[in-house]
Every structure is written in C-alpha cells, then in structure tokens.
C-alpha cells in the first residue's frame, strides 16, 4: 500500500538481498532486545497484542481472528493518518505495540533506529519464509540476518481507464507512454475541460514510474552505496511529465485520494488513473455512482519494454518491545497466509496479496463486478511478472521522500521543474547518509 491521504500504503519496493544484507551490516545498529529462544515459549493465560495498520476493513479481519482465537485478543489501531509519525513517536515513548504494518521502503530506515525485534528463534517465524514471494522476504528478512516482519501485500502498477470517454473522442486506449501523450492531447483538444489524468504528487507513485523505467536509485558496491536518484532515466521519466505538465494536459491542482480528486472523476474531469493493484477498492469505494464505467488495462511502456513499476506494499512488523513473540508470530503468521484471511484483506481493503497462496485466491481469478465483471487481476498478475526485482531502497529514504515532496511542489508551483527536485533528492541522499556516517558516492 502508499501513502495516500484516506489509505496511507507507503510506497513498497523490492530490495535485492545482498543490497540489505550489505544495510544490516553498515548502517543499521544491531536489534536490542533480539528474540531468543525462551522468549519465544508459549504465554500462561490469556494474551493481548496491539496490531496498528492503515487498512480499511481490518477491523473485521481482526474480529475473525478474535472469535477463533480467544486466547490470543488483538486490539487494532487505525493510523492512516500518519502511520509514520504515530510509530516513530510510540517508539520514542517507549509505547510501541507488538506489531506494526509498515512499509517496505520505511523498512530500512526504521531499522536504523533500532525499531524491529528478531523473532528468527520463533520455528514458525523461519518457517514462514516458503509462504511468501521470495523478493518480499527479502525485505523482512534484510537479507537472511533475521525476521523483522512478514510480508503483507504489494502493488503492481497498472492503467485504470474510463473506455466510455476515450471512445466518446474517438482516441483509443493508449499501449506506450508516446501513446498515453498524445492522447491526453486529442482528449484536451476535444473538451478543454478534459484531463487525461491528474500529475499525483505522491512520491510513492513516482517512484513506481522511475522503477519502470529501470531508473535504480541505488546501489551498493565497494563498501559504499552509489546514489543514483538522478539518473539518465529518472530524468527521462520527470521530463517526460513535465512536458504534460507545461502543456496543461494534466491536473496538478488534485492530491490523491482527495474529495477534489474524486470530485473531478465523477464529473468525466479525467480520464485515466495510475494506479497499482490495491488501488481498484479505491475507485470503487469512493466513485460508486461510476461502477461499470471502468477497466483495467496494462501500464504503458517506454517504447517495446514490458517492463512495469510497483506502487505500495508493507509487511506487519515485530516491534521493539515485544514480549509475547510466540502469539505475536502466529498472528501474523495466520493474518498474512490464511485464505480466509486474505480473501477478507483484498475484499474489504483492496490488499494483492504477498504470500504464495494469496495469489490463487478465487477472488482474484474472477471477474469484478464494479469493473464491468472483467478479470482485472490478469492485468495486475501480469504486471508483477515485469516489475525489476532488483530495485532496492536506500537507508535514509524517509528524509529523502521529504527533499522530493518539496521540490516537486515547487516544481508544479512553476518554481523550476521536475529535474529539479530529482537534484534535490539526491543531494538529500547523499546528506542525509553522510550524517549518519554512512558510506555514499554519487554515481554507479
């Protein structure tokens, strides 16, 4: 999931295991309070655990789970407001719950501050590692040196279209991103009112279209990280939009997941939406008045590439503090890889999920009645098969999604442009990681 206003998904990535090994080993401190195997024995009595998510719906899934479990309670708290805040603040008070949902991107970062618990004397906490997509353990694994975390969901990126307007103009369904431009040209040209999309000011969602682009903005090598965030192909992507951007063919007036936003797509404003795979309850939820009106067709490519990004995805935390591992990994354990369970997750929340098994889930080899009963999660499957596995994240990625909000804002304000604020997230890199005394170059 991103981090979005109404459903805060941080922005999910893959992370090549010898990349966050390499982080465990330089930059991150080694985990207090590490599991052993006394600690991970069964409680006497009754025991409670504190689950924080952002969500929606996983209340109910927590109710299920309640009433099956009656000896193991989990209490949830709703922190799609600011999950980032709320955790880091509970953690500085010491107040941290047993688990947490947090980010793939966010992983990293929290594991320079000492927030994770390594449960990996727990036998099903190790056991667990064959249920999940490999590159997803990768991350809550930080490349075999323990289990912080297991995987929760991703988000393969894919185009949401309303074939009701294209066809209306006459401009057809666009396959590359030449295509998806000068069709937002004919549709502007044929009602001024008409956008073909809006210019998501989400880093997440950026950071999703660079990694189609195969636009690696880090890598580790020599003892030291290569920060490339401005690379020849982010600086593609950015100038790619910017044209868009200056030409007035797409909103930048909207934030995702907004009442502006969804106001624009109910009066036919917009055409399109970039979304990823949890992305399909959003429209449904918030637009009902448009069920039927929508279908789901591949990300557009850069020239002949199959290549497509990723926008999203989390895994449920162990977090610092932790005394109760044993009940704490069989929830997770049970909330990440029963059928029942994750049929809830996607239904109610819009979760695709991270484990083996999730995938096979009738739900998503069906058709989706909002989405005229088409399969849309062919289209979603497919683009997972073409998202780069190697992409990885950087350790300081939290003041760097910072540097990049900023600077896009202005961008978009027509104080400078796109390019500008890929410099500045560099330069907030390569900062950031020398404060910490982290090694880092510029360059490959």
Sequence with gaps: MSNTVTRPRFAGAVAVAAGIAVLTACSSPAPSGGASAASCEPAKGKVTLQYWNYVPGMDKVVDL?????????????????????????????????????????????????????????????????????????????????????????????????????????GVEIPKTWDEYAAAAQKLHDADPDLSITIFNRNTAWFYGL????????????????????????????????????????????????????????????????????WGYSVLRDNLPDLAGKWSVVPLPTWGSSAASGNWGGSSVAFMKGNTHLYESVKFNTWLN???????????????????????????????????????????????SKNVDTSFTWGPTQQTVDQALHDATAKAIAGDGKLTDALSAAQASALKSMKDQAIPAVAGD
């Design 337 to 383: 890889t029963d059928p029942e369970a994750l049929a809830l997750e996607n239904k109610l929340g819009g979760l695709y999920p991270a484990a083996i098994d999730g995938l096979k889930l009738p739900a998503l080899s069906q058709g989706v009645p909002y989405y005229k009963n088409e399969k849309i999660f062919d289209v979603f499957a497919d683009s």
């Design 65 to 169: 789970w309640n009433k099956k479990n009656p000896n193991i309670e989990v209490q949830t708290k709703d922190i799609s407001n600011d999950a980032s805040g709320t955790i880091s603040n509970a953690l500085k008070a010491g107040k941290a719950p047993e688990l947490a949902q947090v980010g793939y991107d966010q992983l990293p970062y929290l594991r320079t501050q000492d927030a994770f618990l390594d449960v990996s004397a727990c036998a099903d906490a190790t056991a667990a590692k064959s249920k999940f997509v490999p590159w997803t353990w990768s991350h809550s694994s930080f490349g075999g040196t323990g289990v912080f975390a297991f995987p929760q969901d991703t988000g393969p990126m894919a185009l949401f279209v309303r074939g009701d307007i294209f066809a209306k103009h």
């Design 210 to 277: 660079l990694w189609q682009n195969n636009a690696k903005m880090y890598n580790y090598s020599g003892d030291k990280w290569h920060v490339t965030v401005d690379s020849d192909q982010s600086k593609q992507v950015a100038e790619y939009w910017q044209k868009l951007i200056d030409a007035k063919l797409v909103r930048t007036d909207l934030t995702q997941d907004s009442t502006p936003m969804f106001a624009a797509y109910q009066k036919n404003q917009i055409a399109s939406y970039i979304g990823a795979a």
